[in-house]
């Protein structure tokens, strides 16, 4: 494929491939075409340019073509109101999807990717030629984002396409001045009409950028994260499993985000140590977690295991064995500040650790009715159990636990005996928590015994 594209910008002594490009550019842009059949075109326009080494011709040639698939465009962006209608804003489209010219649009912005490595020898510029094009054209892209957040598959798309320019240009987009507009417009547009796809982007962006611990990125990141996670942390805490005002497509792709920013050791420093929302996002997700399990586990499955691998990162912050013997000062700071929120801090709702484990019991009494050897909600319960077992919370974590169960209310209080009495429990979870298996198990059998507790209390009702 790639040698193929090469041929084709080297025919004729590389003179070619303009007249072919620009032809092709002028059927993408007429609309008497098939819209699939143009789609096709811009497709293939964007995997000439892609392989051309001259970074100059390649961002004229795709400004260009994005310059000429504004002209159709044209009638809708002048039809626009002065400012955006924001979440009152309705579909007006026969069939409830954008207008076609404004995809086509999009996909002309996004069409350079796969590209080849360049060169050796090949002079490196300042810029990403791609990165170039969409500072260049940012306020037609804004314009068509802000105006249109109603269409669902046109946002997507735009997120897919600025996933794509993030990826390939990763190198760049450090000191691209286009990188935060970019992730604003995108905290906007998910401001007027939240959907998943939007957290699934600072996931991305966050998977490209967070490993190379540059000081500048992190401070967006973390700033971005917070803007997503807060307003939906905040929203769940207070509406538990109303899915009118949180669909849990969306709560579960926000923590899935939350998750992974957290598995960074420089955003979990940056977002324990300097940010105001990460202390209110673990105070909402600690009180949310039972609710959403007790009103909807079926429904909520994702955003309560999303939650759970969110809080177990952080703890894990907490255990000296995560750093692995490293002994940087930034790790050592990290584990103090993870130990304090977790265990020592004063949150609006009180300390985490107490609370939290009251969650994780609430969270098996809940699952008992909802076969607990399926799914993932309790296997995510036993692997936080393990995790505070297994490093610097362990000691209060035990005496928490062992109270937790004998303060469940109704028949479960005492739905623990024998060799499942809570004390016991506790000394056999601590024999198995090197074992993720027997673990997982065990845990998994406390939740099946609470099942069979409830099912004997319902009949004798």
């Not at 020898?121 to 990165?131: D, F, N, R, S, W």
């Not at 064995?321 to 020592?344: F, H, P, Y």
Request: include cysteine.
């Amino acid at each position: 494929m790639t040698a193929a594209r090469k041929t084709i910008v080297a025919a004729e002594s590389g003179s070619l491939w303009k007249d072919v490009v620009t032809a092709v550019i002028g059927l993408v842009a007429d609309a008497r075409f098939n819209v699939d059949c143009r789609a096709q075109l811009v497709f293939g326009i964007g995997q000439v340019l892609s392989v051309l080494q001259d970074w100059n011709e390649l961002g004229q040639m795709l400004s260009t073509f994005v310059s000429r698939m504004e002209e159709p465009i044209q009638p809708i962006l002048q039809a626009l109101p002065a400012q955006p209608l924001g979440s009152s804003a309705q579909k007006k489209t026969r069939d409830g999807k954008a207008p076609l010219e404004l995809k086509l649009y999009i996909a002309s912005v996004s069409s350079v990717y796969n590209m080849p490595p360049r060169d050796q020898g090949v002079p490196k510029p300042e810029k990403h030629p791609v990165l170039a094009v969409v500072e260049q054209h940012f306020a037609t892209i804004e314009r068509v984002c802000i105006h249109h957040t109603q269409y669902e598959e046109l946002m997507e798309q735009v997120c897919l396409a600025f996933s794509y320019i993030l990826g390939f240009s990763r190198e760049f987009v450090p000191s691209s001045q286009i990188f935060v507009p970019m992730m604003k417009l995108m905290a906007r547009c998910c401001e007027q009409h939240p959907q998943p796809y939007y957290m699934g982007l600072i996931r991305s962006v966050i998977g490209f950028f967070a490993a190379n611990a540059n000081e500048a990125m992190d401070a967006v990141l973390i700033d971005l994260t917070g803007l997503f996670i807060a307003p939906i942390a905040r929203s769940v805490a207070s509406n538990g499993a109303n899915p009118q005002s949180m669909p849990p497509p969306i709560s579960g792709a926000a923590y899935e985000m939350m998750a992974e920013a957290v598995r960074h050791w420089n955003l979990s420093l940056l977002g324990i140590r300097n940010s105001a929302w990460m202390p209110e996002v673990l105070d909402c997700t600690v009180e949310a977690l039972p609710r959403l399990c007790e009103e909807g586990q079926a429904i909520y499955e994702r955003t309560i295991c999303a939650m759970m691998r969110f809080l177990r990162n952080v703890l894990l912050w907490g255990d000296p064995e995560t750093s692995r013997g490293d002994t940087a000062a930034e790790l050592v700071e990290l584990q103090k500040q993870a130990q304090a929120i977790m265990a020592e801090r004063d949150l609006r709702g009180g300390k985490v650790l107490p609370r939290l484990v009251t969650a994780l019991t609430r969270l098996l009494a809940a699952a008992a009715l909802n076969n607990p050897s399926r799914g993932e909600v309790v296997p995510s319960v036993a692997e936080v159990f393990r995790t505070l077992l297994i490093g610097p919370f362990e000691y209060p974590a035990s005496q928490l636990i062992v109270a937790s169960f004998k303060n469940l209310p109704g028949p479960l209080s005492g739905a623990l005996t024998g060799e499942q009495e809570p004390q016991r429990l506790l000394q056999q979870m601590k024999m198995e928590k090197g074992d993720t298996r027997r673990f997982t198990k065990t845990v998994v059998g406390v939740a099946e015994q609470f099942a069979v507790v409830l099912k004997k209390s319902q009949f004798a009702a």
